[in-house]
């Protein structure tokens, strides 16, 4: 909560700022961070511009949120939203509130499957998360589509093992919520089909108290039974979360023949002169068929990245799984490798049901490493965490001959990672483990949203007024005297020309005498 207030507005917030309180007034999709994302964490945080009696206050803060976020506003110059209107702030806190949702999740979950210390562990290594925390108070839709996309699986894990009419409702309302949240959630569609199939090769028992059309044409103890039936129940799970995201829309453009639109994505782009796809009726709302396409280009195209000094718009397959091991806490690294070498010993007696936590972790993994070239940072595979920490949890119930000796590196793991956690307020963000010598050499490794996303731009102007010799902030050509460059502009991000990759080359060699919040370096040039 404290650090909320800490922290500048960060690039993309300024962007997503007020947009759920415009859609509601006008009902309309014509700006384009309304094709970014879907609607739901714009509605969230729009919650206290809702009560908000000046919409002319409301205005003006956005706009200059705006401003901020694309640079158009000087970092010479202080701006702390509060400081015009408390309302980023308390837009922010939402997301707090929704983070602790979540939480509770994660308790009850864990809870669940191996009891009640595990419960516990996993709450512990979910609230302490540096990742977790440095999106808990952004009014970005990262934290949103973590949340739904869990507390959706969570629930579909209840509904296969007792399918009843109210498991229906929370599995397919959560699911259309987490579809809302992030065009990413997409993702979930098949990691229910695959976890499906898991269950169906699992032989277990399916009792449903739900009926299911034309259930008798097979036996129900058959494989085409078991089958039917399964995929008849996935099926209505997905009918309900498609009526829930038209919801989120107000089905605005609900049943689109797709030839009405125009896709400008690889993806799309080979079916459309394909006569069955132009005659489709599209189910979900256009602004969501629209928004995908748009996504589909980033992803085809990439974006600008840094990584380990080099330099890319493809990316590289291995960028999140290296970015995930230096921006994990250790103590948790090591905590994930017992629970894979002593998997055998601690799994759930009911093995299908480990299925319900790997396969959303892989498949998200999988899926940005191999297909995905926006390699902009690792809140992308924020989702996976949540079913990390429960997942690891289990590791409580490791038994050994020693067990003394086990139960004390526990505690010392344990405390490690509490002091990783306390050490690094209020930079969340910009976490970086032991591995690489921490955060002050996490520019070395990785910018944009692991480390730099204007967050500190504030404290930096704090900073300059508070020294006592003129700082030079971010020159455009090599100069002496005392510099600060913030990380992005330092490493540079191939085609953006806010950040040359050349630019700062002569200063790249040097080492920073200080930084504020680790995102901005400043050095002393002779």
């Known amino acids: 909560m404290v650090s909320v207030r800490q922290k500048s507005v960060t690039y993309d917030e300024g962007v997503y700022y007020g947009l759920g309180k415009y859609i509601l007034q006008h009902h309309r999709w014509d700006t384009g961070g309304l094709v970014l994302h879907p609607p739901l964490s714009y509605y969230l945080h729009s919650v206290p511009l809702l009560i908000l009696r000046s919409a002319n206050i409301a205005s003006e803060v956005r706009k200059k949120l705006v401003l901020r976020s694309k640079g158009m506003i000087p970092i010479t110059e202080r701006f702390k939203p509060w400081d015009c209107f408390p309302l980023l702030f308390q837009a922010r806190i939402v997301i707090v509130l929704l983070s602790v949702l979540l939480g509770f999740y994660v308790f009850k979950w864990s809870k669940e499957l191996y009891g009640e210390k595990a419960g516990l562990l996993a709450l512990f290594l979910y609230s302490l998360s540096p990742n977790i925390l440095a999106h808990s108070r952004l009014i ?87 089958t039917y039936v399964l995929m008849t129940l996935i099926i209505m799970i997905f009918v309900v979360s498609v009526l829930v995201l038209n919801l989120g829309y107000g089905f605005k453009g609900t049943l689109t023949p797709l030839s009405r639109y125009h896709f400008e994505s690889d993806f799309f782009g080979r079916w459309q002169g394909n006569q069955f796809f132009a005659t489709f009726v599209a189910p979900i709302p256009s602004p969501y068929v629209r928004g995908i396409d748009f996504q589909g280009v980033l992803s085809e195209q990439g974006q600008g990245s840094f990584l380990a000094g080099e330099h ?9 799984l290296f970015a995930f091991l230096i921006k994990t806490p250790i103590p948790f690294l090591i905590f994930l490798l017992f629970t894979l070498l002593f998997f055998k010993r601690i799994r759930h007696r009911v093995a299908v049901f480990e299925c ?112 006592k010799e003129p700082i030079k902030i971010n020159p455009e050509e090599p100069t002496k005297g005392k510099i600060a460059v913030d990380a992005n502009r330092l490493q540079g991000l191939p085609g953006f020309s806010s950040f040359p990759t050349d630019r700062y080359e002569w200063l790249r060699k040097l080492k920073p005498i200080d930084h504020v919040g680790y995102s901005w370096l400043i050095y002393e040039v002779r």
């Not at 949340?147 to 629930?155: E, L």
């Not at 990413?184 to 499906?196: H, M, Q, T, V």
């Not at 169906?200 to 739900?210: P, Y």
């Not at 493809?314 to 960028?319: E, F, K, L, P, V």
């Open 356 to 467: 319900f936590l790997i396969i959303p972790i892989l498949s998200f993994i999988i899926y940005f490493s191999l297909f995905n070239h926006l390699n902009i940072g690792l809140r992308y595979l924020l989702p996976v965490l949540p079913f990390m920490y429960v997942f690891v949890s289990k590791v409580v119930k490791l038994k050994f001959k020693r067990q003394k000796i086990f139960v004390g590196m526990v505690i010392f793991l344990v405390g490690w990672y509490v002091v990783s956690s306390l050490w690094i307020f209020p930079h969340y963000l910009a976490y970086f483990n032991e591995l690489i010598g921490g955060p002050r050499n996490g520019y070395k490794y990785l910018i944009d949203s692991n480390l730099d996303w204007g967050q500190d731009n504030d404290a930096m102007i704090e900073y300059a007024r508070n020294s």
């Open 140 to 226: 970005t839709p990262d934290l949103p589509i973590t949340c739904f996309s869990f507390i959706a699986v969570y629930y579909y894990w209840l509904f296969i093992k007792e399918p009843t009419r109210k498991g229906l409702l929370l599995s397919g309302s959560t699911l259309g919520l987490a579809l809302l949240s992030k065009y990413s959630a997409i993702l979930l569609f098949p990691i229910y089909l695959l976890i499906g199939i898991a269950v169906l090769f699992s032989k277990m028992e399916i009792k449903s108290s739900l009926k299911v059309p034309w259930e008798n044409v097979f036996p129900k103890r058959s494989g085409l039974g078991r």
């Open 312 to 320: 890319s718009t493809t990316g590289w397959r291995y960028y999140y």
